[in-house]
C-alpha cells in the first residue's frame, strides 16, 4: 500500500522546484493533487507528466481569499476532499542591504511568503477540520531560523511562517491537524539560481559555488530530497509530529564548514 493512497492534496507554488518534485512524488504515492501557481503553462505541463486522473491544476494568487476559496472548492468538487495543504509558493525578493531595500518589494515578499500562507491556512484548516484533520507542511527555510545578510524581507518572511505555523499547530489539534514546517536551503532550483544571479555568481558548476563549500554536505540539494520530507511530515508515518521545525540543508543549519 502506497503512503497516501485516499488523500487529496493541495500544493501552492506546484509549477516548479520543490512544489512539482512534490506533486510528482505525492501522485506516485497515491494521492490526487490539486497544483496552484501563477504559471499556467508550467502548471499544465506538471499535470499532463503526472496524468489527469491524479491532477489538476488552478492558476492563482494565494495572496487573493477569493482566488484561494476558489481553489480550495475546485478540489473539493474535482476530489471531494483536503487531507494535506502544501503551503510552499514564495519569491526570494532583491538581495540588498536594509538601507536600500525597496519597500514596495519588501511588501511584495511579506505579502506573497506570509500573508499568501496565512490565507491557505484560514482557508484550508476549516476544510480539513469537517473531513476529521490532515497534514498541513508550510515551505519555510534556514533564514527561518538564522539571518542572511541582503535578504531582510525574505528572512522576516520566513521567521513569521514558523510563528504561523506553531499557532496554527495549536489551534488546528484539536481538530486532528498536524502543522509543520521544512526548512530547505541550498536547494537546486530557479530561487537559487536568483541568488546567484543577483550576488554575481556565474552560471556553471555549482559544486565550487561558496554556498555548496560551505555546506557540510558539500553540495546543493534536490527538489526530490526536499519532497521525501514532505512526502514524511504530509503521511501517516508522522502521525505524532506536529508543531515542528524540521530542516532539510545539508547541515547548513548545525554550522559552515572550513572549506574553503
Known sequence: MSKLDGKVAIITGGSGGIGAAAAKLFAAEGAKVMLVDLDEASLTGVVTEIGE????????????PAATRHFVDATL?????????????GIEGNIVPIPDYPLETFDKVIDVNVR????????????????????????????????????????????AVIGLMRTAAMEGAANEIRVNTINPSPIDTRM???????????????????????????????PEEVAQLMLFLSSDDSSFCTGGVYMVDGGVSAGRTAHT
Open 192 to 222: 537559487m539560481s536568483s541568488i546567484e544571479e543577483q550576488t554575481g555568481l556565474p552560471s556553471g558548476d555549482r559544486s565550487n559555488r561558496p554556498m555548496a563549500r560551505h555546506t557540510p554536505l558539500q553540495r546543493y540539494g534536490e
Open 116 to 159: 499568501g500562507v496565512f490565507v491557505g491556512l484560514q482557508t484550508i484548516m476549516p476544510e480539513m477540520s469537517k473531513g476529521g484533520g490532515g497534514s498541513i507542511v508550510i515551505t519555510s527555510s534556514t533564514a527561518g531560523i538564522r539571518a542572511v545578510g541582503g535578504m531582510s524581507a525574505y528572512v522576516a518572511s520566513k521567521h
Open 53 to 64: 486522473d491524479k491532477a489538476a491544476c488552478s492558476v492563482a494568487d494565494v495572496t487573493d
Open 77 to 89: 468538487e474535482r476530489f471531494g476532499q483536503v487531507d494535506i495543504a502544501l503551503l510552499n509558493a
